[in-house]
T-cell receptor, first 115, second 115 residues
């Protein structure tokens, strides 16, 4: 099976712009989670989607949003970018149906740099 | 509230030595899941193990072993006969049994295996 894919792998944006990141889960996985990784804060949970519905959201401002499509692919959007949004954004998928925390498989990440 | 503490920020050992990475967690739930992930320099998180709170049996997988002790809320990871390829950042993580896949990660331990 192909692993989790994320596009683009690298992105440079300027403050105030918006950005959309894409994630394709492993085939058959319906749960997609997003995480932000920074040197200072480590890995932080952004949100999780299952069957096009957001099941949980981390403590991030409303500028961070996401969605999931019927084919389980997911996108996350960050509007009005700030310098502090520079990070590695990781997507993970799992076969979880009702939660229960099956192992999550991570993609290679999108490295976002905001200048 | 759930929390994962990895007190060791960075560890260096000489190849072939054994090394233990510590992980202490906090949760109010009686049912929860613990994970270890490896993040090599390439950046992609690699799943190593998942353990539920009702299974305190130690686990061994090749040179890797895990010691889960509910009495001390610890889930430590030992690498036996370390190799240079084990150099990476290792994350311990916790998820509570709920209807989503939110995972709380520790800050990680950077492991250097010196040749």
């Amino acid at each position: 099976k192909a692993g989790v894919t994320q596009t683009p792998r690298y992105l440079i944006k300027t403050r105030g712009q918006q950005v959309t990141l894409s994630c394709s889960p492993i085939s058959g996985h319906r749960s997609v989670s997003w995480y932000q990784q920074t040197p200072g804060q480590g890995l932080q949970f952004l949100f999780e989607y299952f069957s096009e519905t957001q099941r949980n959201k981390g403590n991030f401002p409303g500028r961070f949003s996401g969605r999931q499509f019927s084919n389980s692919r997911s996108e996350m959007n960050v509007s009005t970018l700030e310098l502090g949004d520079s990070a590695l954004y990781l997507c993970a998928s799992s076969q979880s149906e009702t939660g229960g925390s099956y192992e999550q498989y991570f993609g290679p990440g999108t490295r976002l740099t905001v200048t | 509230a759930q929390k994962v503490t990895q007190a060791q920020t960075e560890i260096s050992v000489v190849e072939k030595e054994d090394v233990t990475l510590d992980c202490v967690y906090e949760t109010r739930d009686t049912t929860y899941y613990l994970f270890w992930y490896k993040q090599p320099p390439s950046g992609e998180l690699v799943f190593l193990i998942r353990r539920n709170s009702f299974d305190e049996q130690n686990e061994i997988s090749g040179r890797y072993s895990w010691n889960f002790q509910k009495s001390t809320s610890s889930f430590n990871f030992t690498i036996t006969a370390s190799q240079v390829v084990d150099s990476a950042v290792y994350f311990c993580a916790l998820s509570e049994a709920r209807r989503d896949d939110k995972i709380i990660f520790g800050k990680g331990t950077r492991l250097h295996i010196l040749p």
